[in-house]
């Protein structure tokens, strides 16, 4: 294929997916001039290259088109129904040639004459008018009317009022004056042309596995580097530099959600007409973005979900209307940023899942016995309709009822380390959660060690770390039937030895002849304790795919080089959890710990830090990461203390003097606490980090000190930290590089 036949697809491709959004709007606003004068140029578009380059077939079909849109442009007919699906019919036929053109290098053999026909026939009563001379004529000398409603005459208005604003060129007719009253647009697209440039994803592939290289090469230079002062500068820029290249290379990657969102209104409006629904589709956080290899991966589980909840979810107006519902359903479509993940949500107001008949189904099925099935929680039961070929639907249609479509939403999103959950309430209606990683090829990571080797632990699934020395392990581990529990302020949380599921037939320490780490971990919905020998620092790590054979075990979703050279592979919190059989719930919690502690749950939890002898709090849930760092990493900008933290500049607050204390030893350690605060990160300097808890409700700070309020945490008042108090960086000081300009001006 020729280079310019390959640019000729790719921009066709982008106008035909423009098309499809324009369409299904439409539908809405059929007198909205904008959408079809958008519609309108991608079709003339594709005819006008089309003679050039040959395709006789694309050419034929896309002018039947074009000529139903001008006269949907020019007010003569009103986007109704039959007209939208005669123009999804087209944008079919249109996208089928070229699909042919790519594989095949040929229009192919199909036939198109029943839709060029159809298109025709959509035009009839405007032929059928043009047809009759005396009549028009009739009309145009008759008294003014105002137009019928079918008609939107707002494209005459600029003809009408051109004349005023511009004078006809001399020796050319008044229409030939028209380009003058478009040359802005022109101008405007010619200057977002110049302002970006198509790149192959191969090759943004490549650059980010060279990226990848790099961190590592970086994390093997740092530890090298650590004890030589000479040294010691450059490793920072090198790290600088390294952190602020990975971002750049990953925002190249990174693509609106609104790529994929833009095709289900289409899958609604079809299928809501072909099932007899009356739906209304909502979609939120379409700006946020994903990197392009995961927005492919969820194409296919996103489809299946939505056709789903049309199916399955949402009832029929009828029925809706039996149970004091809208007759119109709701289906949502909402993305957001949680941490590390884009969270994907899917939810409908319709029948819910019936529990009771999950069950049924699964006993019927031999997926589980019943003795099995009376025991499994309302959460459990749910999971099943995620097995291959398990379907409540009764009959098998050309929608529904073979038992793939949920089986490959989950299997797709755990190819690429996401997680599926799933909520539903009898009547209210359900929600599908895809969790998503930002990025497959680089993620933070803590390194754990156990039965002699290091393991990478991805700081996405980890929620805090405890320690429990040897001395207390007899009261703070307690057993129940065979498995080990630890009482976490109040709410049990069940814990894994991670050097037991390794080596199940190994001699093992027990837990009051070690010092016992554990680290707390969310994977699905589950809350446990993984225990492990020892911890080191926390890395970025580079993801490597596994082998079959290691696939196989169950307990790893990759590996990796860590900055001293050695192999790691890295852990599967999920799996780790299926494999222990770990299946006590957040609920299940509460429930086990009594009234106090479920309310407890229903608390705030802070994590507990003193700074410079005075104790404070900062909320959980704005905690990012926690960094023991030399004092000698802070710089200055003025009189405000930053820190290099991932290729950006993080401002820091030192309300308790910690950096003034250890001013006089660079080499003093100190603690940072990373928060997010609204769209931007903070950091706050603290000498120890106590614990975490839960506090009672907040209330306001009645000093003149800077604080958020105060609470009640292990029975003593605590004042809370006011993120939004820490003062924002001067405009254009925001990333590393640009600061280290700044130094290079000032030295100059």
């Known amino acids: 294929m020729d280079e310019l036949t390959r640019e000729f697809l790719i921009e066709s491709q982008e106008g035909l997916d423009r098309m499809e959004r324009c369409l299904t709007d439409l539908e809405e606003r059929p007198r909205d001039a904008d959408l079809l004068g958008d519609i309108f140029r991608s079709v003339h578009t594709i005819k006008g290259t089309t003679g050039f380059l040959g395709f006789k077939r694309l050419e034929k079909l896309a002018h039947a088109g074009e000529n139903l849109l001008g006269m949907l442009r020019d007010g003569k007919l009103l986007a109704d129904r ?15 040639i070229l699909k042919s053109i790519e594989t095949e290098a040929s229009e192919g053999e199909g036939a198109d004459s029943a839709l060029i026909e159809q298109l025709e026939a959509l035009q009839a009563p405007v032929l059928a008018q043009a047809k009759q001379p005396a009549r028009i004529k009739a009309t145009v000398h008759a008294e003014p009317e105002p137009p019928p409603a079918a008609v939107h005459v707002s494209s005459q208005v600029p003809r009408q009022t051109k004349p005023e604003r511009t004078a006809p060129v001399a020796g050319k007719a008044p229409d030939e004056a028209e ?12 200057t977002a042309a110049e302002s970006t440039l198509r ?37 920072r820029r090198l790290d600088m530099v390294t952190a602020d290249l990975r971002e750049n290379v990953m925002k190249a990657r990174m693509q609106p959600v609104s790529n994929i969102f833009s095709k289900v209104p289409r899958i609604v409006r079809d299928l809501s007409q072909s099932l007899g629904r009356r739906v209304r589709l909502q979609v939120e956080g379409q700006d946020t973005e994903l990197d392009k290899s995961l927005l492919e991966a969820i194409k296919d589980p996103l489809t299946h979900a939505v056709r789903n909840s049309l199916d399955h979810g949402i009832e029929l107006p009828e029925d809706r209307v039996a149970v004091g519902k809208d007759p119109e359903g709701t289906l949502k479509l909402r993305a957001s940023h949680e941490g590390s993940h884009v969270v994907i949500e899917v939810s409908d107001d319709g029948a819910g899942i019936a529990v009771e008949k999950v069950r049924q189904k699964a006993i019927e099925r031999g997926v589980i016995t019943a003795d099995r099935a009376a025991q ?13 070929g398990f379907s409540t639907a009764a009959a098998v249609t050309n929608v529904s009822g073979r038992g793939v479509g949920m089986d490959v939403v989950r299997t797709n999103v755990e190819k690429i380390g996401g997680k599926v959950e799933i909520d539903s309430r009898t009547g209210k ?11 497959l090829a680089i993620i933070p990571a803590l390194i754990v060690h156990s039965v002699n080797q290091s393991f990478a632990l991805p700081q996405g699934a980890l929620s805090e770390l405890v320690h429990v020395p040897p001395e207390q392990a007899a009261q703070a581990i307690e057993w129940m039937e065979g498995v080990p529990l630890y009482r976490l302020r109040g709410k049990l949380l069940p814990l894994v ?8 037939a190994g001699e093992h320490k027990m837990a009051t002849e070690r010092d016992n780490f554990i680290a707390v971990l969310d994977a699905d919905g589950r809350r446990f304790g993984l225990v492990v020998d020892g911890l080191a620092d926390p890395e970025e790590i580079v993801v490597k795919p596994l082998s079959a054979v290691l696939k196989d075990i169950g307990l790893y979703s990759g590996a990796t080089v860590l900055g001293n050279a050695d192999l790691a592979l890295i852990l599967d919190p999920s799996a780790i959890a299926l494999k222990a059989g770990v299946t006590m719930s957040v609920r299940e919690e509460a429930a086990h710990g009594g009234e106090e502690d479920a309310e407890a749950v229903k608390g705030l939890e802070y994590l507990l830090v003193e700074a410079a002898g005075r104790r404070a709090a900062v909320p959980l849930t704005e905690v990012l990461r926690i960094e023991q760092l030399p004092v000698s990493r802070i710089e200055y900008i003025g009189y405000r203390p930053v820190l290099n933290f991932e290729g950006q500049l993080l401002p820091i607050e030192d309300t308790g003097g910690v950096l003034a204390a250890a001013e006089g030893d660079p080499d003093t350690q100190i603690i940072v606490v990373v928060c997010r605060e609204g769209t931007r990160h903070v950091g706050i300097a603290v000498s120890h980090v106590l614990d975490v808890a839960a506090g009672a409700d907040l209330f306001e700070a009645g000093t003149s000190q800077r604080t958020g309020g105060v609470t009640l945490l292990k029975e003593r008042v605590t004042g809370i930290v006011d993120l939004g108090g820490v003062q924002a960086l001067p405009p254009g000081l925001s990333t590393v590089e640009q600061r280290w300009n700044q130094i290079a001006e000032t030295v100059a």
Do not use: K, Y
């Open 376 to 388: 499994l929680g309302e959460r459990e039961l749910l999971q099943l309709i995620f097995l291959p």
């Open 82 to 96: 039959p007209i939208i699906t005669g123009l999804l019919q087209l944008l079919d036929g249109l996208r089928s």
């Open 179 to 190: 380009p003058e009253v478009s040359r802005p647009r022109t101008q405007t697209a010619g």
């Open 429 to 439: 209606g359900t929600t599908l959660r895809l969790r998503i990683p930002l990025t």
């Open 199 to 235: 790149v192959d994803v191969t090759l943004l592939n490549r650059m980010m596995n060279l990226v990848g290289e790099l961190v590592l090469t970086r994390n093997q230079v740092l530890q090298a580097t650590a004890a030589d002062p000479n040294m010691t500068l450059l490793s």
């Open 497 to 504: 030895f991670l050097d037991r599921l390794l080596m199940p």
